[in-house]
């Protein structure tokens, strides 16, 4: 069985502070990806990034960037002098041999001016 | 290009009634997922369908939910017998592939349960 585990609930930050998601996973396929989702007010989800478990390397967007560990099985997500626009609520994502993708509960964070 | 639509966007029954959700995926997208959110919660995976085809529905409550993706037409999520648990955000997605695909979200239909 998979799992996504988005241990916090809620971060709040104050504007142009750096703030790091927290994301863990459990699988037992050899193959999967990561994917990280933004839901903000609005209520629609929009992708962030997708990472194949073959490549650990880093990735950077922007004032966006995510640390995906394998010996740790975790897909971490940094932004970078955060904005009162990065308020939304962040899923963390894993979809396997099934096809379907496993969400996290997400962390929702807000950025104060 | 138009994105996932999803209507209505609100809905609202009384218990015993039946809601009926629809889904349009994105043009070029074969694959529909719907999704629950609760109040306060994540996203739990309900069913995944394919072109008349359901692919996989372990998510969904075996009694009062079924879920349909006909060759012509949206996607449709239907709920009979609809009981106050049943209220949350109802969330269908689209992928252009069969799996591992990013997922296009619509904006959700809000169900409430009176």
């Known amino acids: 069985a998979q799992k996504v585990t988005q241990a916090q609930t809620e971060i709040s930050v104050v504007e142009k502070e750096d703030v790091t998601l927290d994301c863990v996973y459990e699988?037992?396929?050899?193959?999967?990806?990561l994917f990280w989702y933004k839901q903000p007010p609005s209520g629609e989800l929009v992708f962030l990034i997708r990472r194949n478990s073959f490549d650990e390397q880093n990735e950077i967007s922007g004032r966006y960037s995510w640390n995906f560990q394998k010996s740790t099985s975790s897909f971490n997500f940094t932004i970078t002098a955060s904005q009162v626009v990065d308020s939304a609520v962040y899923f963390c994502?894993?979809?396997?041999?099934?096809?379907?993708?496993?969400f996290g509960d997400g962390t929702t964070l807000t950025v104060k001016p | 290009n138009a994105g996932v639509m999803q209507n209505p966007r609100h809905l609202v029954r009384r218990r015993g009634q039946e809601a009926r959700l629809r889904c349009s995926p994105m043009?070029?997208?074969?694959?529909v997922y719907w999704y629950r959110q609760l109040p306060e919660e994540g996203l739990k995976f309900m069913v995944y369908l394919q072109k008349e085809n359901i692919i996989d529905e372990s998510g969904m409550p075996k009694e009062r939910f079924s879920a349909e993706f006909p060759k012509e037409g949206p996607s449709i999520l239907r709920i009979q017998q609809v009981v106050r648990g049943d209220s949350a955000a109802y969330f269908c997605?689209?992928?252009?592939?069969?799996?591992?695909?990013?997922?296009?979200f619509g904006s959700g239909t809000q169900l409430s349960v009176l």
């Open positions: 994502a894993l979809s396997g041999n099934a096809g379907k993708s496993t």
């Open positions: 043009k070029g997208h074969s694959h």
């Open positions: 699988t037992r396929d050899t193959t999967y990806y």
């Open positions: 997605a689209s992928s252009e592939g069969a799996t591992n695909e990013k997922l296009f």
